[in-house]
């Protein structure tokens, strides 16, 4: 199965009487994850999950523009050791490079000049330069502490929303410098397309919402 749609006509469910070793609440890439290692290693797992589909936050859309493209997560991080890249071998996925500087920027509806993506581009570079230098200082502080301009706040900002999931004042300085440049790779298809594959024969009950009573 390849799409959310798919997935919820094929309509998962799972007879209430069987009994389980382990329930994983999540089928994100780590509950697909834990329920193939699991699953594979004999244990009678069940996977409840929230959503309509698997995946968690990487979704991959392929209707709206009529070519698949991932809403959430993107790209393998660091691909030579990122163990997704090991998966998209599996499934038989084209992974091509990512280039950091091959960007496009769209606001009020128009594209913007290249010299305003050059000067997001090298705003960029500054960041991880300064961000380097703090983190050999050993004096960790806010991401949101590094930039000196317009330009590096924003990209602070949308690199912080878009790739983290925090606000720039929760993200560690350390944390950014280790990430440094690394081998980053597209999968040819969408992540989220390799998600709902891995998650299929997995007993995945959707539309699972998991609530917390104390006691």
Same mark, same amino acid.
């Given at each position: 199965m390849s799409s959310p749609r798919a997935w919820a006509q094929a309509g998962q469910s799972l007879a209430p009487s069987t009994v389980y070793d382990v329930a994983i609440i999540g089928a994100?890439?780590?509950?697909?994850?834990?329920?193939? $290692?699991?699953?594979?290693?004999?244990?009678?797992v069940i996977v409840l999950e929230a959503r309509g589909r698997p995946g968690g936050r990487i979704v991959t859309d392929s209707q709206t523009l009529?070519?698949?493209?991932?809403?959430?997560?993107?790209?393998?991080?660091?691909?030579?050791?990122?163990?997704?890249?090991?998966?998209? $071998?599996q499934q038989g996925v084209t992974v091509i490079p *990512?280039?950091?500087? *091959?960007?496009?920027? @769209?606001?009020? *509806?128009?594209?913007?000049?290249? *010299?305003?993506?050059?000067?997001?581009? $090298?705003?960029?570079? @500054?960041?991880?330069? @300064?961000?380097?230098?703090i983190a050999r200082s050993g004096n960790d502080q806010?991401?949101?502490?590094?930039?000196?301009?317009?330009?590096?706040r924003r990209f602070v900002d949308l690199h912080c929303a878009t790739d983290i999931a925090a606000d720039a004042d929760r993200v560690s300085?350390?944390?950014?410098?280790? $990430?440094?440049a690394?081998?980053?790779?597209?999968?040819?298809?969408?992540?989220?397309?390799?998600?709902?594959?891995?998650?299929?024969?997995?007993?995945?009950?959707?539309g699972a919402k998991v609530g917390h009573a104390a006691a």
């Amino acid at each position: 199965m390849s799409s959310p749609r798919a997935w919820a006509q094929a309509g998962q469910s799972l007879a209430p009487s069987t009994v389980y070793d382990v329930a994983i609440i999540g089928a994100g890439a780590a509950g697909i994850a834990a329920a193939r $290692a699991l699953a594979g290693a004999g244990a009678r797992v069940i996977v409840l999950e929230a959503r309509g589909r698997p995946g968690g936050r990487i979704v991959t859309d392929s209707q709206t523009l009529g070519l698949p493209f991932d809403v959430g997560a993107s790209y393998i991080h660091n691909a030579p050791i990122n163990p997704i890249t090991a998966l998209a $071998a599996q499934q038989g996925v084209t992974v091509i490079p *990512s280039d950091r500087e *091959s960007l496009a920027l @769209r606001a009020n *509806s128009r594209n913007e000049p290249r *010299s305003v993506v050059n000067r997001y581009v $090298a705003a960029d570079q @500054r960041l991880m330069r @300064r961000s380097e230098r703090i983190a050999r200082s050993g004096n960790d502080q806010p991401f949101s502490a590094v930039p000196r301009d317009i330009y590096e706040r924003r990209f602070v900002d949308l690199h912080c929303a878009t790739d983290i999931a925090a606000d720039a004042d929760r993200v560690s300085v350390l944390d950014i410098a280790s $990430a440094g440049a690394t081998d980053d790779r597209f999968p040819i298809g969408g992540f989220g397309t390799m998600m709902m594959r891995a998650a299929t024969g997995l007993p995945v009950n959707g539309g699972a919402k998991v609530g917390h009573a104390a006691a």
